[in-house]
């Protein structure tokens, strides 16, 4: 299980090798666009928000 | 400047300036704009007189109000001008988006059959009051249009309002039981009372012009976030009639309104747009936009309504379209009340019910003037990242906000609604949707010529009415008018009752009512204090 996280978050960085500064910046925009629409229910994704605000994750 | 003649109307002096004593009016009417007119013609409709005072002889001049939407051809149909103001209008419901040069997306507003009145048309302020002054002359007992009459003072006390007016004949002053101010964005009556707007105003300016030219361009409303052919933010397109094509360009922060206004400044911006296609300047203007409103429309004896009440942003179309949406509701209420019909209290759900639709708007505005006009590097950077994945995902065309076009209010929860015991079918509070249908004697008819004006009952399939029901029904069956295409029960859902208000929006919804059911439905849409009070929250 951690052998998949770790290949997330591979592919993570991995998305943003060679570009620029300002083009990361548009790609995590677009990939938290995307990622806010994937979630199934849109109360999660102001949960999201919020925690991320925060800085902690809280278990639903 | 331009094709539309203004004409100077004219009207005999006033009662008060041949002599005696000030007299009392039930209602009298401050502004002569749509809004104020389509108020006179709505209550004349109930047979309640006004007095309306506007301080001009003419239409509106210069660029202003242009996109009619559904709701509101549906209740202007209603007062007597919709089906010429479709005739006049450019019709439309396709947008096209572009980023730059590049098209993002396209959508359209009704892409259904079976409505009388089209998702949009555009047609000039000036012609729909034009339509409107000449609807008020088949009312020459009851509307009283009085042309450069300006109201300088009011003074409110018990039972009604003490109004000062001046013309150019001389000054004059009269009663009024209910003073309707539909004086504007920049209401007289709103500064004699001393009350204030809260809410934002926006920094940005867009310049707006109206230029004539003779071109092809289909009749869509086209958007362009950093277009390329202007240094601002956005631009916007619709055609009117009259060969009129209407540009809005968003301007900086720091654009000086003077210098943006000469001709020598214009043209070059407009020419970025058009191409090489001659063309005329018809009407240039700079605006900021503000989405603010009143605490309360109704103060005393003193009712606000349309701009005077509540001011949007135009992108969305929600300034005249929302001010005609507030006179549908008050006039049937302010009718009632005049007549003894209800009591004054009655009032107090057009605040309720017309503040809720004017949040909406002005949320909505809002919204789409904060997506036009990002206020930092990271507003940017989601705005760009809406944009640039829209090309190719659905969800992200949904957040594209270039205006949330007007839509009918819901008014679903408030006062005068009865909650319904069932899912199916259209809810309290929505209104009623149109349909196609066939009447008894063979006539093609709408549903929407069919219902409002008054309370009524519409019946959807062979449901019984219990007998003894003092109300006016329309019934959808075979033996009524018949609903052969199938529009009215995929809309309205089968074998139900729902009650109509005069505004056409649903007061209650039942499947087998009873007597009582509707007695107490239609009690509590009348504004019965006490039916209120029994419904547990």
Redesign the interface.
């Known amino acids: 299980m951690s052998g998949q996280a770790d290949d997330v978050y591979e592919a993570l960085l991995a998305a943003h090798e060679g570009l620029t500064e300002a083009e990361s910046?548009?790609l995590n925009?677009?990939l938290?666009?995307?990622l806010l629409?994937a979630l199934s229910d849109p109360e999660m994704a102001l949960v999201a928000i919020c925690a991320a605000r925060t800085g902690i994750i809280v278990k639903q | 400047m331009g094709r539309y003649i203004h004409k100077r109307f004219t009207c005999p002096p006033p009662p008060e300036l041949r002599g005696g004593r000030p007299r009392d009016y039930p209602v009298v009417i401050i502004g002569a704009g749509p809004v104020g007119l389509a108020a006179a013609i709505d209550l004349a409709l109930h047979g309640v007189p006004s007095v309306v005072l506007d301080d001009s002889d003419r239409v509106s001049v210069g660029s202003r109000a242009i996109c009619w939407a559904k709701r509101t051809l549906e209740i202007f149909d209603r007062l007597g001008i919709g089906e010429r103001m479709v005739a006049k209008g450019v019709t439309w419901q396709v947008g096209r988006l572009f980023h730059g040069d590049r098209e993002v997306y396209s959508f359209d507003l009704l892409p259904e059959a079976g409505h009388k009145m089209p998702a949009f048309i555009n047609l000039q302020q000036y012609y729909v009051e034009e339509f409107l002054v000449e609807r008020c002359a088949d009312f020459p007992d009851l509307i009283d249009l009085r042309w450069n009459n300006k109201l300088v003072a009011l003074e409110q006390r018990d039972g009604g309002v003490d109004v000062s007016v001046e013309t150019p004949e001389g000054a004059y002053r009269l009663h009024a039981n209910w003073l309707v101010a539909c004086d504007g964005a920049r209401s007289r009556t709103r500064a004699l009372l001393g009350l204030d707007f809260t809410g934002r105003v926006f920094e940005e300016r867009f310049l707006i012009a109206d230029v004539e030219m003779k071109a092809d361009f289909p009749s869509e409303r086209w958007f362009w976030f950093e277009p390329l052919f202007h240094t601002g933010e956005s631009a916007l397109l619709h055609k009117q009639p009259d060969d009129i094509y209407r540009i809005d360009l968003q301007l900086g922060p720091d654009a000086d309104p003077e210098e943006e206004k000469k001709p020598e400044n214009v043209i070059p911006r407009i020419k970025a747009v058009v191409g090489d296609r001659p063309f005329e300047l018809d009407w240039v203007s700079v605006y900021t936009f503000q989405c603010r409103r009143l605490d309360k429309f109704v103060h005393g004896s003193v009712i606000f309504a349309g701009d005077s009440a509540h001011i949007v942003s135009p992108f969305g179309a929600r300034g005249g379209n929302g001010g005609i949406q507030d006179v549908d509701n008050l006039a049937w209420k302010l009718a009632a009340v005049v007549k003894g019909e209800a009591d004054a209290d009655l009032l107090n759900t057009y605040d309720e019910e017309r503040i809720h639709g004017a949040d909406e708007n002005i949320l909505n505005s809002a919204r789409s003037t904060n997506f036009m006009t990002p206020k930092s590097a990271t507003e940017r950077v989601f705005r760009r990242a809406v944009l640039d994945l829209a090309a190719s995902h659905v969800f992200a065309r949904r957040m594209v906000n270039s205006g949330r076009l007007s839509a009918p209010c819901s008014l679903a929860g408030h006062l005068l609604q009865t909650p319904a015991l069932s899912e199916d079918g259209v809810a309290p509070g929505q209104v009623c949707p149109d349909a196609p249908l066939t009447a008894p004697d063979g006539r093609s008819v709408f549903l929407a010529n069919l219902v409002g004006q008054e309370f009524k009952l519409l019946v959807v399939g062979d449901v019984q009415l219990p007998v003894g029901i003092d109300l006016p029904f329309v019934q959808i069956n075979a033996n009524g008018y018949a609903d052969q295409q199938g529009f009215a029960k995929a809309r309205l859902g089968r074998d139900v009752v729902y009650l109509v208000r005069p505004d056409q929006h649903i007061a209650a919804r039942f499947t087998a009512p009873a007597i009582e059911d509707v007695a107490r439905a239609l009690r509590r849409a009348r504004g019965d204090a006490a039916v209120t009070a029994q419904v547990p929250a």
């Open positions: 910046v548009a925009a677009r938290i666009l995307i629409n």
